[in-house]
């Protein structure tokens, strides 16, 4: 079965600012900050970025479908995506992209081999107020998550 390149883009306006989210098939899209998802994990496993910063996944786990679900529900790559509806996924290669404008501690998992609370497939994103100094970021991690912070 062929499958065909596909863009889908949301904006909503929220109180904060407005928040973009991009699913990218088989394509790229210009970001901030990468997170790829491979071997059952993301990598880095924690990354921090300024507000207004765009980060971007990409799903690299050779056939392994997945999804990018903020634990508070902020964000979702794939709201309908389930071990039993593996074609709402994140499919291998495609790219979820997300703007974070709030400052604050966001922790997110995959709906297909995670939980939420850092279980399984599981990373965070920290954002910190634009112009703050910010960490260096590791070139890579082997974490398989990262416990949530409460």
Not at 16 to 30: K, M, S
Not at 107 to 118: D, E, L, R
Request: proline share 7%.
């Amino acid at each position: 079965m062929m499958r065909t390149s596909t863009k889908v883009l949301w904006l909503a306006l929220l109180t904060t600012g407005v928040t973009t989210v991009l699913v990218v098939p088989h394509g790229g899209a210009a970001g901030g900050h990468d997170i790829t998802i491979a071997e059952g994990r993301f990598d880095p496993g924690e990354l921090t970025v300024e507000v207004g910063e765009e980060v971007t996944w990409t799903n690299k786990d050779d056939g392994k479908v997945h999804s990018v679900t903020a634990d508070d529900g902020s964000f979702d790559s794939s709201p309908e995506c389930s071990n039993a509806n593996p074609g709402k996924c994140l499919d291998d290669r495609h790219q979820f992209v997300h703007v974070f404008t709030a400052e604050g501690r966001f922790p997110y998992y995959s709906k297909t081999s995670g939980a939420p609370g850092g279980q399984g497939t599981a990373a965070v994103v920290v954002v910190v107020p634009a112009g703050s100094p910010v960490p260096d970021q590791p070139a890579s991690t082997t974490t398989t998550g990262t416990p949530a912070a409460h």
